[in-house]
């Protein structure tokens, strides 16, 4: 079990520049969830993928944001012209479910996060 | 909408005092619930969980009951250890997906 891996672990960028940020969770897991946290936040609820379907987006991912998961497998999250509210820690986080199952599915395991700061 | 509120940090105990972190929920329906730990330096990790009414979580000498006619599900531990020192992150959910809903988190510094 080789874990959720995030890359980078820490993104410096200037405002306006744009960003891609890279998870590749578990290689049996199917679910795929991105969130955010800012400091001193609990993380929130960015975006989640079944398999390669992207099936609920949060009211936070604007349209400057866009995340994909062409094969089922590794996730790419992209923000196009970063601002000064984007600096946060983005988490993944996979998960082993099959539809039906109900919130008793198997518990998310998280990567260690990117770390973007706008500058 | 559905969120998690837990008290206030940071909490600062001394080795093998007695620790509670209270949290309290505000959802429909019956969520699973769930406390996750963050170490310094390191990734969010699942504590414990419980997914029913009365259930009791347990994992490293930590416990929380789920207590759905207080919407609490508080995390105690009898004897912490300066190794316990993190942020803790109540947390709810309740979609067919999991989509986890967190509290604020609750930092504590457990000195020698």
Known sequence: DTGVSQDPRHKITKRGQNVTFRCDPISEHNRLYWYRQTLGQGPEFLTYFQNEAQLEKSRLLSDRFSAERPKGSFSTLEIQRTEQGDSAMYLCASSLGNPGQGARGQPQHFGDGTRLSIL | ?112
Request: aromatic share 12%; proline share 4%; net charge negative.
């Open chain 2, 1 to 112: 909408g559905d969120s998690v509120t837990q008290m206030e940090g940071p909490v600062t105990l001394s080795e093998e005092a007695f620790l509670t972190i209270n949290c309290t929920y505000t959802a429909t329906g019956y969520p699973s619930l769930f406390w996750y730990v963050q170490y310094p330096g390191e990734g969010l990790q699942l504590l414990l969980k419980a997914t029913k009414a009365d259930d009791k979580g347990s994992n490293k000498g930590f416990e929380a009951t789920y207590r759905k006619e207080t919407t609490s599900f508080h995390l105690e531990k009898g004897s912490v250890q300066v190794s316990d020192s993190a942020v803790y992150f109540c947390a709810l959910s309740k979609t067919s997906y999991d989509k986890v809903i967190f509290g604020p988190g609750t930092s504590l510094s457990v000195i020698p």
